[in-house]
């Protein structure tokens, strides 16, 4: 059957609001506006200006209020501790009410931040939900970042609270995260009120009298008491969460989401593009420190009346490579949505599918890619092993849901290898050149999208206004900067090929090299650096960083080079995967100072490249080779 993407995309063409205006008539609303749109309003204009909602009441209540009390809401599967349990939807409003009373109780109200640091357990989605119904707005952090990432982040969001777990688990280890909290907030200028602990069994934190409470033993009172707290009613355009993501430089960029375009957007996806009903079982594999989690782990599923998994574990080795199809198998999950790189994990380990033969899943109808590049490599093995279809979609952190898919439930478009497909309706996705000239199709160029962005996409960043205006609107005049570059085809078929800032992509997760290198030159032998990202066949990219030395260090390269290694785990966290330092006698830089970091790359990357003509000395380019083939990276020169 024929896709009806081009009816709709069009449709949404000729009259984009009465587009969403329709997407939002799906949702609940304490109030609707007149107007859908306002262009006048902040950067680039906001969506249902004067509406009124609230996330958690779409999220839960009405599902208990009307059909799916008794429902599973959210499945913790957690193969690292050997847990699971089920929460239907009346559960999961209890237990997030709970919460939400004792937030309250501690004088947690609307508009107040909540910084969230926890692995992936059901309280983190618990937390969330809790923040929205008061009105207060989450910023959750990755567990794998620092004290002083969360530090950086304490002293933007300005949190009146922090809710943590007392610890998280990685294979092989147990990482105990009041120690970070401690030090966190003895590091930042704003010091949090209150500070909420879900205490594990593998892992009791030392509690501070006075800042900390033990957020079980609460809500567990919370609970005895049948503690109900009204949905908060908030305005459409007051922000639901911050999420801090990689800038340029050490100092992240805290995204800013609404609560009513959110929704919006949100819910439309799930049918649209996930082909998805109320009822089923959706699985994003991912962590609710990042955009993915937010987004298809807690939000759309229960804005879509759908059971959400919530995964505490690997792709692999908690216990093999079969974990995800077990889950599929025994929770039934129709859809999964994942990071390439899980399943180039996978495919290393288990080449033949053999888990996969082994299981049943027969419920499974398709798989969805994003976060980096899904090379075909990978793809084609998937589609081999899983006989269903397998969407690349692409987007990022800011729009919050995907720019450029492959709308499943419109009805598949053909799939071009290497291309994620087509714009979704909300996006007039632009190739242009460094001028903000139009391109032909098949050339290579910026990749813009023209304003206003789609309801669900960020309207500024946390008390950064100029900075919002700076990065992404500044460049093209009436176009958001993607900072991808890419090709459209004559079908209108995108492909991305990289970024154009300084931003690496490591197992799906988005990283600064211009962060990485604030660190390596915060070393007390470091003159100067550059960290660039290298190809890897597992993550994607990796990080390497060079350092030239100051004058007179006599000290052993070896082991300067291993402080670098744990100065960028200890500073910024082992998600960085910063596991390669490299001594040089000098950097590769144009006659006007500027390192070649790309060519550097092309180096690494074996790829062939041309001289720089402004290079100021070619021979640094062979000890540029030399170094990363001492360091074992093989380094073809061109
Ligand atoms: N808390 C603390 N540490 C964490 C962490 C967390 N929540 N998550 C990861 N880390 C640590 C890891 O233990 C690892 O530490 P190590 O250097 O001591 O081994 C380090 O951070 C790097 O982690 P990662 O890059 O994830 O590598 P990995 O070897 O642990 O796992 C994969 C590799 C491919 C299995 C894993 O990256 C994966 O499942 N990726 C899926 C990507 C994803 O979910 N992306 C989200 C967007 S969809
Ligand atoms: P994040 O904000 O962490 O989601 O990272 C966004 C960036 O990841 C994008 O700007 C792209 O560079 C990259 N990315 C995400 N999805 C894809 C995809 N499907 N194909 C290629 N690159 C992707």
Not at 514 to 528: S, T
Not at 575 to 590: E, G, H, M, N, S
Request: contains cysteine; hydrophobic residues 40%; aromatic residues 8%.
């Amino acid at each position: 059957m024929a896709s009806r993407y081009p009816e709709v995309y069009d449709a949404w063409k000729n009259d984009p609001f009465g587009f969403w205006r329709q997407a939002a008539a799906e949702l609940d609303w304490i109030k609707t506006g007149d107007e859908v749109f306002d262009p006048k309003m902040d950067q680039y204009g906001r969506w249902f200006p004067d509406w009124e909602c609230n996330t958690c009441y779409n999220c839960l209540d009405r599902h208990v209020e009307r059909d799916r009390p008794g429902q599973p809401a959210l499945i913790y599967d957690s193969p690292i501790t050997g847990k699971k349990a089920v929460y239907t939807y009346a559960q999961l409003l209890n237990r997030v009410q709970a919460m939400a009373a004792v937030l309250q109780d501690h004088g947690i109200s609307k508009g107040d931040r909540v910084i969230i640091y926890m692995p992936m357990i059901p309280e983190a989605a618990m937390a969330m939900l809790a923040c929205a119904r008061l009105g207060a707005i989450h910023s959750v952090v990755f567990g794998g970042f620092a004290a002083n990432e969360l530090a950086t982040r304490i002293d933007d969001a300005q949190p009146k609270a922090i809710i943590a777990a007392s610890c998280g688990i990685e294979p092989g280890r147990v990482i105990s995260y009041k120690p970070l909290i401690d030090q966190a907030i003895e590091q930042s200028q704003h010091k949090p009120d209150a500070c909420f602990v879900i205490q594990r069994e593998q892992q009791k934190a030392e509690m501070l009298d006075g800042r900390d409470h033990d957020m079980g033993a609460l809500m567990d009172d919370a609970l005895s008491q049948g503690r109900k707290i009204p949905c908060m009613p908030v305005k459409a355009t007051d922000p639901l969460y911050i999420l801090y993501t990689s800038g340029t430089t050490g100092q992240p960029k805290g995204v800013v989401r609404d609560n009513g375009g959110h929704m919006a957007a949100l819910k439309w996806t799930m049918s649209n593009l996930y082909g998805i009903d109320p009822g089923e079982v959706f699985w994003a594999a991912s962590d609710v420190g990042w955009v993915v989690g937010h987004s298809y782990i807690v939000y759309a599923p229960l804005l879509h009346g759908c059971t959400t998994v919530v995964f505490e574990g690997k792709p692999v080795g908690t216990p093999d490579a079969g974990v995800f199809w077990r889950v599929i198998s025994e929770h039934n999950v129709v859809s999964l949505f994942t990071a390439p790189t899980a399943f180039r994990a996978i495919r290393k380990e288990d080449p033949e599918g053999t888990f996969i033969a082994k299981s049943d899943l027969s419920q499974f109808r398709s798989l969805f890619l994003a976060g980096e590049r899904a090379d075909p490599e990978t793809v084609n093995w998937a589609a081999d092993q899983l006989n269903v279809p397998i969407v690349d979609h692409w987007w990022q952190t800011e729009t919050g849901w995907c720019i450029v898919g492959n709308p499943l439930g419109l009805g598949q478009l053909p799939v071009k290898p290497g291309s994620p497909t087509v714009p979704m309706p909300g996006y007039d996705v632009q190739i242009v050149d460094d001028g903000g000239q139009p391109l032909p199709a098949d050339t290579l160029g910026n990749i813009v999208i023209k304003l206003p962005l789609p309801p669900g996409c960020l309207p500024t960043l946390w008390n950064a206004d100029k900075r919002f205006f700076d990065a992404y609107l500044e460049e093209f005049p009436g176009y958001y900067k993607t900072s991808d570059a890419g090709i459209m085809d004559g079908d209108g078929y995108l492909s991305i090929m990289s970024r154009t800032d300084d931003i690496i992509n490591v197992a799906g997760h988005r990283l600064s090299t211009g962060a990485m290198e604030e660190v390596l030159a915060q070393h007390r032998d470091v003159a100067e650096c550059a960290v660039i990202g290298i190809a890897d066949k597992l993550k994607g990219q990796l990080p390497c960083g060079f350092v030239v030395l100051k004058a007179g260090v006599n000290r052993d390269h070896a082991e300067i080079e291993a402080e670098l290694i744990k100065l960028v785990r200890e500073r910024i966290g082992p998600v960085a995967a910063f596991k390669i330092a490299i001594t040089v006698d000098r950097l590769p830089k144009t006659r006007s100072g500027k390192i070649l970091r790309g060519t550097m790359r092309q180096i690494a990357d074996g790829e062939s490249y041309r001289l720089p003509a402004t290079i100021d000395d070619p021979a640094i380019l062979d000890e540029i080779s030399d170094a990363l083939k001492t360091h074992g990276i093989s380094a073809p020169s061109a």
